[in-house]
């Protein structure tokens, strides 16, 4: 599939600190590509880089093959949306999704339809008339998605678009969104610090570092798969630590005593990810390891699990609602070679 949008090497200095540090990117048309990395990362920067709003210091933005270099915001032909709204305050909110409709020349009854439609999608039916500034923090970033949303562009770029609607009204959008952009054909780019969002929206997942892209991925890949211990972290994963692959390349020494690996493991001292879900709560007479339950959590779905065994970091493990020991019970533990992860890279401060 051709890249609609091409960033080479690209890169932006502030008072001589690369806040986006030689980035290579390619986003398919019609693709949508989530980029998530904590405060700092520099995905905000990125976004305004290749929207015209932020100069590169080098490399280069191409949309559609066309070097993007001297052409401003207003002619680059993406949508925008920031956290910030930008929104007219001078016109209600319907005039404010119909913007970029009378831009392109569209009539006045093509105009209310689309400005209906979009209204509903994002949870504000009959608001067209509502003036902007009678309308809450969250309403206001509702009228501003469907506005950068009305004239249908090719590359819609949305920087933490959902940010500040309540969790259920975020968890319905982002659905009818992904749908929405499936049968527009839009390409998306769009910044979110909500890793659940990020999952749920993209086709692919792009997690930022100091700058640079540390992985890249399917939703499925970086979450099965995390390149390091700096993902594995920042995708919520406490349960890493150092160890030795042994020459077998099947087994590790951890602190938590000999863990499963996966098959082929190249032996050496390594730093490794057991995943909650890896971390089974068995019969004292299979258990690999005997811990006491520190804490537990309830999350909806599952418990989890704070487990102590004896002097050894604790370990997180998820456990089904009805089988979820007490605080302070003695459980044995055994590990799960198919999720566990080999990670590469160094240990993250």
């Given at each position: 599939?051709?890249?609609?949008?091409?960033?080479?090497?690209?890169?932006?200095?502030?008072?001589?600190?690369?806040?986006?540090?030689?980035?290579?990117?390619?986003?398919?048309?019609?693709e949508?590509?989530?980029?998530?990395?904590?405060?700092?990362s520099?995905?905000s920067?990125?976004?305004?880089?290749v929207?015209?709003?932020?100069?590169?210091?080098?490399g280069?933005?191409?949309?559609g093959?066309?070097?993007?270099?001297?052409v401003?915001?207003?002619?680059?032909?993406?949508?925008?949306?920031?956290?910030?709204?930008?929104?007219?305050?001078?016109?209600?909110a319907?005039?404010?999704?119909?913007?970029?409709?009378r831009m392109?020349?569209?009539?006045?009854?093509?105009?209310?339809?689309?400005?209906?439609e979009?209204?509903d999608?994002?949870?504000?039916?009959?608001a067209?008339?509502?003036?902007?500034?009678?309308?809450?923090?969250?309403?206001?970033?509702?009228?501003?998605?469907?506005?950068?949303l009305?004239?249908r562009?090719?590359?819609?770029?949305?920087?933490?678009?959902?940010?500040?609607?309540?969790?259920?009204?975020r968890?319905r959008l982002?659905?009818?969104?992904?749908e929405?952009?499936?049968?527009?054909?839009?390409?998306?780019?769009?910044?979110t610090?909500?890793?659940?969002?990020?999952f749920a929206?993209?086709?692919?997942?792009?997690?930022?570092?100091d700058?640079r892209?540390?992985?890249?991925?399917?939703?499925l890949?970086?979450?099965?798969?995390p390149a390091?211990?700096?993902?594995a972290?920042?995708?919520?994963?406490?349960?890493?630590?150092?160890?030795?692959?042994?020459v077998?390349?099947?087994?590790?020494?951890?602190?938590w005593?000999?863990?499963?690996?996966?098959a082929?493991s190249?032996p050496?001292?390594?730093?490794?990810l057991?995943r909650?879900?890896?971390?089974?709560l068995?019969?004292?007479?299979?258990a690999?390891?005997?811990c006491?339950?520190?804490?537990?959590?309830?999350?909806?779905?599952?418990?989890?699990?704070?487990?102590?065994?004896?002097?050894?970091?604790r370990?997180e493990?998820?456990?089904?609602?009805?089988?979820a020991?007490?605080?302070?019970a003695?459980?044995?533990?055994?590990?799960?070679a198919?999720?566990?992860?080999?990670?590469?890279?160094a240990e993250?401060?």
């Amino acid at each position: 599939m051709a890249a609609l949008l091409e960033l080479d090497d690209a890169t932006v200095r502030f008072g001589g600190r690369a806040v986006l540090d030689h980035v290579d990117l390619e986003v398919a048309e019609h693709e949508i590509v989530c980029v998530l990395g904590p405060s700092g990362s520099g995905k905000s920067t990125l976004l305004r880089a290749v929207a015209g709003l932020q100069p590169l210091d080098g490399g280069r933005v191409a949309l559609g093959g066309r070097d993007q270099r001297g052409v401003p915001a207003h002619k680059r032909g993406v949508g925008l949306m920031f956290q910030d709204h930008q929104l007219f305050p001078q016109r209600d909110a319907g005039a404010n999704v119909a913007f970029g409709l009378r831009m392109h020349g569209a009539s006045r009854a093509e105009q209310d339809t689309r400005v209906r439609e979009l209204l509903d999608l994002v949870g504000l039916p009959g608001a067209a008339r509502r003036p902007v500034s009678a309308l809450s923090g969250g309403e206001q970033q509702r009228v501003a998605l469907a506005r950068a949303l009305a004239p249908r562009p090719r590359l819609l770029m949305l920087d933490e678009p959902l940010g500040q609607l309540d969790r259920s009204l975020r968890e319905r959008l982002v659905v009818e969104l992904r749908e929405l952009f499936g049968e527009l054909g839009t390409t998306v780019l769009a910044v979110t610090h909500d890793q659940g969002e990020a999952f749920a929206l993209a086709d692919r997942v792009v997690v930022m570092r100091d700058g640079r892209i540390a992985q890249t991925g399917t939703p499925l890949e970086v979450w099965q798969r995390p390149a390091d211990e700096f993902v594995a972290r920042f995708l919520g994963f406490d349960n890493v630590v150092e160890a030795t692959v042994s020459v077998s390349g099947d087994a590790a020494d951890t602190p938590w005593g000999k863990v499963p690996v996966p098959a082929g493991s190249t032996p050496g001292r390594v730093r490794i990810l057991v995943r909650p879900t890896g971390v089974r709560l068995v019969e004292p007479a299979d258990a690999q390891l005997t811990c006491t339950v520190a804490a537990r959590t309830f999350r909806g779905t599952h418990v989890a699990l704070q487990l102590q065994p004896g002097d050894a970091p604790r370990l997180e493990a998820a456990c089904a609602l009805r089988a979820a020991p007490d605080q302070g019970a003695e459980v044995g533990v055994a590990f799960d070679a198919a999720e566990i992860v080999v990670l590469s890279g160094a240990e993250v401060p």
